[in-house]
């Protein structure tokens, strides 16, 4: 049971013997590259393990063409120089053309990512049990396509829920590198081509001599899937690591001590795909320390890596926890972002990209779209979404994510007044003619063997994957793609973890925070459980402003911390005003009184007292909804997933005692049911 949690979707159970009679299946498997390192190469294996698996058929696996009936996958130049013929068209960087009409099954790549792409493609649709015809290419709406892992050096994960790091232990890599190339394998099938795998909080002792040997292993382990490594830097790396006096970007000592590391890493890591750096936000050294711009500093790193064709992710991430105050009615946090960013425009070196957070805070349940991708007009810019569920529960809490995530990348920014869907028109690089740009997501899978600590988390994985390649699929499709791969055809099965799992996050919401406030959790330490009274008077800038009147952090132009301006004109004028705000934001734009009357009809006050019995009440449907499934799904799974939805439920009821009692007492409002208070 283990292997088939470590094979997460990719587990290829058997069909029912009335579907597999429906499959007409080529004899043979045609691989065009005999490199056993080669995605091509792992794309046959896996199509042969993949039919066997599903259908109960052994393929051959060779590397020429045949005569025979086959399943021909390769890149498209080899398909042609070998002679075939094909309806491809032009394809781009990591895209791939599948043709199941003709006698030979064509998965094409545009490279050879591509061609494992769709292979993988083929597989989902034949595990699924879809046999129908089809001709299509497909290309990514995007070409960085990362993960990130906060994975330390001593083995520990930063916001890790499920056991310790697959890469470190003892401040050096894990030799053994098995697991790290299953979890390619998925990334793979996701699509995903990047992952950097040490903390942004980083460690410089990632750049030891044996460190960067151990990092070569690591690439090699995950290069045949198609997924090349990055690393997060540490600023300070010159004087920690290197001994010298100072980490100043513009010292020649440092530029010269960057160049040399880069040089020796990508002697281990041939095709390493970049950095990504954390500068100068919460302790963290970065060029501030001397007085110079954070593009200054970032374009140390680009020029660094330039000539090996590297990247730098740059995270936006940047504030000054010390210097926030909350006596101060114009500090905000969330306008920290654009302030640093918004005049670094032309600054940045073309391989540079600012990696930004979906929300001007950071990974609430709701936030408004973080302003500054509006801004970003010349620099290539990427969002940062969390599949670790560091504020929405810690996978101890069902929350599906994919709809959350889609609130954002179907915001239309209205750059100039024109249409700039964050997604489709910005990440795209459509809008500003970008070619770099793109996604990454805090993943942070563990060494427990259902990678993120419970089975039903890793329909965010799948679905993190399938999003970065096309922000506009929708979230229901995804979700039960995952949910056939992962449990196979059964109709109540399906139907069910739709049902929970579409609901789970508009649940989440309501019993923590309502109304745009935030997740309103323990903000000082763990990021878990109620905790509304840290959510004031905290150096990190996370306020609610809840006295005894009034709550919500004003963010006007005229009256408040001026952060709905940041945002083009026609949603700066919508946010501005309480009239065009949505409920689901009016606390994260507007302080009102808890008697404030929302466009529901409902005061604030009522609306999060309703809410919090609404979310628990539809947390404690769940564990009624997955028994239902007993006897559908396996023993193991049924048992564990059980478990975690009952402790759910009785936690929801801990979230919503909390936080109607801090309200009702802050407020001295009654409920209108009569469910708070002194009985
Ligand atoms: C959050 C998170 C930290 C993390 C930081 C970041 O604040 O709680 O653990 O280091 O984000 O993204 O850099």
């Given at each position: 049971a283990a292997e088939d949690g470590l094979n997460a979707w990719l587990r290829y159970a058997r069909l029912p013997d009335n579907i597999i009679r429906q499959a007409e299946i080529p004899s043979n498997i045609v691989s065009l590259n005999s490199t056993e390192t080669s995605p091509v190469y792992v794309a046959g294996l896996e199509l042969q393990k993949g039919i066997n698996g599903a259908l109960g058929k052994t393929l051959d696996v060779t590397h020429?063409?045949?005569?025979?009936?086959?399943?021909?996958?390769?890149?498209?130049?080899?398909?042609?120089?070998?002679?075939?013929?094909?309806?491809?068209?032009?394809?781009?960087?990591?895209?791939?053309?599948?043709?199941?009409?003709?006698?030979?099954v064509q998965i094409l790549g545009q490279n050879e990512r591509g061609a494992l792409y769709g292979a993988f493609e083929y597989l989902s649709m034949l595990a699924q049990g879809n046999f129908t015809k089809v001709a299509y290419a497909t290309n990514p709406s995007a070409s960085i396509r990362w993960v990130n892992q906060w994975d330390n050096m001593d083995g520990t994960i930063e916001r890790g829920y499920a056991g310790l790091s697959i890469f470190f232990k003892n401040n050096t890599t894990i030799a053994n590198t098995t697991r790290v190339a299953e979890y390619?394998?998925?990334?793979?099938?996701?699509?995903?081509?990047?992952?950097?795998?040490?903390?942004?909080?980083?460690?410089?002792?990632?750049?030891?001599?044996?460190?960067?040997?151990?990092?070569?292993?690591?690439?090699?382990?995950?290069?045949?899937?198609?997924?090349?490594?990055?690393?997060?830097?540490?600023f300070a790396?010159?004087?920690?690591?290197?001994?010298?006096?100072?980490?100043?970007?513009?010292?020649?000592?440092?530029?010269?001590?960057?160049?040399?590391?880069?040089?020796?890493?990508?002697?281990?890591?041939?095709?390493?795909?970049?950095?990504?750096?954390?500068?100068?936000?919460?302790?963290?050294?970065?060029?501030?320390?001397?007085?110079?711009?954070?593009?200054?500093?970032?374009?140390?790193?680009?020029?660094?890596?330039?000539?090996?064709?590297?990247?730098?992710?740059?995270?936006?991430?940047?504030?000054?926890?010390?210097?926030?105050?909350e006596s101060n009615w114009k500090d905000d946090r969330a306008n920290a972002a654009v302030d640093h960013f918004r005049h670094l425009d032309d600054e940045f070196d073309d391989n540079i990209v600012v990696q930004v957070k979906y929300g001007p805070i950071d990974f609430q349940a709701r936030e408004p779209a973080s302003p500054l991708f509006a801004h970003l007009r010349n620099t290539a810019s990427a969002i940062e979404l969390q599949?670790?569920?560091?504020?929405?529960?810690?996978?101890?809490?069902?929350?599906?994510?994919?709809?959350?995530?889609?609130?954002?990348?179907?915001?239309?920014?209205?750059?100039?007044?024109?249409?700039?869907?964050?997604?489709?028109?910005?990440?795209?690089?459509?809008?500003?003619?970008?070619?770099?740009?793109?996604?990454?997501?805090?993943?942070?899978?563990?060494?427990?063997?259902?990678?993120?600590?419970?089975?039903?988390?890793?329909?965010?994985?799948?679905a993190y994957g399938r999003i970065a390649w096309d922000p506009t699929v929708d979230e229901v499709v995804i979700l039960q793609d995952?949910?056939?791969?992962?449990?196979?055809?059964?109709?109540?099965?399906?139907?069910?973890?739709?049902?929970?799992?579409?609901?789970s996050w508009e649940a989440y919401e309501n019993y923590t925070g309502n109304l745009g406030v935030q997740t309103l959790t323990d903000i000082t330490y763990n990021h878990y459980g109620p905790n509304p009274q840290s959510m004031d008077n905290n150096p990190w800038g996370q306020w609610t402003r809840a006295d005894s009147d009034s709550i919500g952090m004003d963010r006007t132009v005229w009256n408040g911390t001026g952060f709905s301006g940041q945002y083009p004109s026609e949603v700066a004028a919508q946010f501005e005003s309480i009239e065009t705000t949505p409920d689901d934001l009016l606390l994260w734009f507007h302080h009102v009184p808890y008697t404030h009357i929302l466009k529901s009809g409902k005061t604030v006050i009522q609306h999060f007292y309703d809410a919090h019995y609404d979310g628990a009440e539809t947390a404690a449907s769940f564990p009624k909804k997955w028994t239902s499934l007993k006897g559908l799904i396996d023993k193991q799974r049924f048992e564990e997933m059980l478990f975690r939805l009952e402790y759910q439920a009785g936690h929801a009821i801990v979230w919503r005692d909390s936080i109607v009692q801090f309200y009702n007492n802050v407020s001295g409002i009654p409920d209108a049911a009569g469910r708070v208070g002194h009985h």
């Open positions: 020429k063409s045949n005569k025979r009936s086959s399943i021909v996958v390769g890149t498209v130049d080899a398909f042609t120089a070998a002679g075939g013929k094909t309806n491809a068209p032009e394809l781009e960087e990591d895209g791939f053309w599948l043709d199941t009409k003709g006698k030979t390619a394998r998925l990334l793979a099938s996701i699509r995903i081509n990047g992952i950097v795998a040490n903390n942004v909080n980083a460690n410089p002792i990632t750049l030891s001599d044996e460190n960067m040997a151990g990092l070569g292993k690591i690439a090699d382990a995950m290069r045949p899937w198609g997924v090349r490594l990055g690393l997060s830097l540490n790396s010159p004087q920690t690591l290197g001994g010298l006096s100072t980490f100043d970007p513009l010292d020649k000592s440092v530029i010269t001590w960057w160049n040399d590391q880069t040089a020796k890493l990508y002697k281990h890591i041939p095709d390493m795909a970049g950095y990504l750096v954390k500068a100068n936000s919460e302790g963290q050294p970065g060029p501030l320390t001397y007085n110079r711009t954070l593009a200054e500093g970032a374009n140390l790193f680009a020029k660094a890596i330039k000539p090996y064709g590297g990247i730098v992710m740059f995270r936006a991430f940047v504030y000054d926890y010390q210097n926030l105050n599949v670790t569920q560091e504020y929405l529960g810690q996978q101890c809490h069902l929350a599906y994510l994919a709809p959350l995530w889609k609130t954002i990348l179907d915001f239309d920014l209205r750059v100039d007044g024109e249409k700039s869907v964050i997604g489709e028109d910005v990440l795209s690089g459509k809008r500003f003619n970008k070619t770099l740009s793109g996604y990454a997501a805090v993943v942070n899978v563990g060494q427990n063997t259902t990678w993120l600590g419970t089975h039903l988390a890793m329909s965010n994985l799948y995952w949910t056939r791969l992962t449990y196979g055809l059964n109709r109540k099965v399906l139907d069910t973890i739709t049902d929970m799992s579409m609901q």
